[in-house]
């Protein structure tokens, strides 16, 4: 049945194509038979601004409850201020902020003070936000787009790690390309890299970097071995499905990456491959609460899990995942969280 109510939203993308956009609300939208207002979202009972968003303008336009998704931990980075400016610079120059505030920060502060309610990705994120708004609520991305066969962990014929994400962050390979290099030449795995084969720089905004130079830079015994494939949805799942395990590495001394979700290894699992991955707060969260502490690893801990990752490959690693999943992910979690959210802000308003 149809929600009585209209929904504007502000996204991403136009075309609902971003991550952003597809593995958020459009889940909802989707299941709840709701068109989001896009063209005109302020001819709408409720406003939903994404990171995408310039918050100042629609704030500032629109006189009914607001829904503010952030799903970077900005607010918990305290930036330096050169820094901070600069990105509100770059952002303003993209018609996602505004001048006037100076810093990024500082719009974010606004925005979140003036929403009706906040929704971020981690419990972490959430403690940052509270100060600013007393309706702060945790949701995370939906994954059914990934999902894959647990049973089939570790199960590949190929010698191949994995790994997805957006060019810009290809650079926290740096903290572990010594011992991957070494691994990959010592053991004759190759490397799937599913990601931009040129970026910006600044997150997307400025320059434009060859991710194979850079490759070749890290890994001088292994480049021959490692391959940038174009990130589709079905290369994901294609060569997902040829690699052994996978990696995230996160350089903790970033404080923004430092913040992220568990949204990456999430995926990854649905995707039926085993993983390393950096002990993030929320990444350490998780390997508690699933029984996988094994493969959240230090810095230090990267080259002797490497050569001993075949704990990775057993039974034992997908039941848990798999359990994992089950009882806190899904599409249906995500639809009642985010039911609760805006039923919640219209009752209010």
């Not at 066969?149 to 014929?157: D, E, F």
């Not at 010698?159 to 011992?179: C, D, M, N, P, R």
């Not at 994992?324 to 919640?344: A, F």
């Amino acid at each position: 049945m149809a929600t009585p109510f209209t929904v504007g939203y502000v996204p991403y993308s136009n075309d609902l194509t971003h991550p952003g956009d597809r593995r958020r609300i459009a889940i909802w939208a989707k299941a709840r038979k709701v068109t989001l207002e896009i063209g005109q979202p302020l001819n709408s009972d409720l406003l939903i601004l994404s990171n995408g968003a310039n918050f100042n303008y629609w704030i500032k336009k629109y006189k009914g409850p607001i829904i503010l998704d952030l799903v970077d931990g900005y607010l918990g980075e305290k930036p330096s201020w050169p820094r901070d400016f600069l990105r509100n610079v770059l952002r303003s120059l993209n018609g996602k902020s505004n001048l006037l505030d100076v810093t990024y920060t500082r719009t974010l502060k606004k925005a979140c003070r003036n929403s009706s309610a906040v929704i971020v990705a981690t419990p972490e994120q959430r403690e940052g936000v509270l100060q600013y708004n007393e309706k702060v609520y945790v949701i995370l991305d939906d994954h059914s787009e990934l999902t894959s066969n647990m049973q089939r962990l570790g199960k590949a014929k190929n010698k191949a790690v994995f790994w997805e994400g957006f060019g810009f962050t290809l650079k926290h390979f740096k903290i572990i390309s010594q011992e991957l290099d070494n691994f990959l030449q010592e053991k004759d795995y190759e490397l799937y890299l599913l990601t931009n084969v040129t970026f910006a720089r600044w997150g997307g905004y400025l320059g434009k970097i060859d991710s194979s130079k850079l490759i070749e830079k890290w890994f001088p015994k292994s480049f021959k071995n490692v391959f940038i494939i174009p990130w589709t949805l079905e290369n994901v799942k294609s060569y997902a499905s040829k690699s052994k395990f996978a990696v995230i590495p996160i350089d903790i001394n970033d404080k923004f990456a430092k913040l992220k979700p568990e949204n990456k290894l999430l995926g990854l699992w649905a995707l039926g491959l085993p993983v390393l991955f950096s002990d993030t707060p929320a990444y350490k969260r998780v390997a508690v609460e699933s029984g996988l502490d094994l493969a959240c690893l230090n810095i230090n801990e990267w080259g002797t899990s490497l050569r001993n990752h075949d704990f990775l490959l057993g039974e034992q690693y997908s039941i848990l995942a798999s359990e994992y999943l089950l009882k806190n992910h899904g599409t249906d979690h995500l639809i009642r969280n985010w039911e609760h959210v805006i039923q919640d802000v219209l009752k209010n308003r």
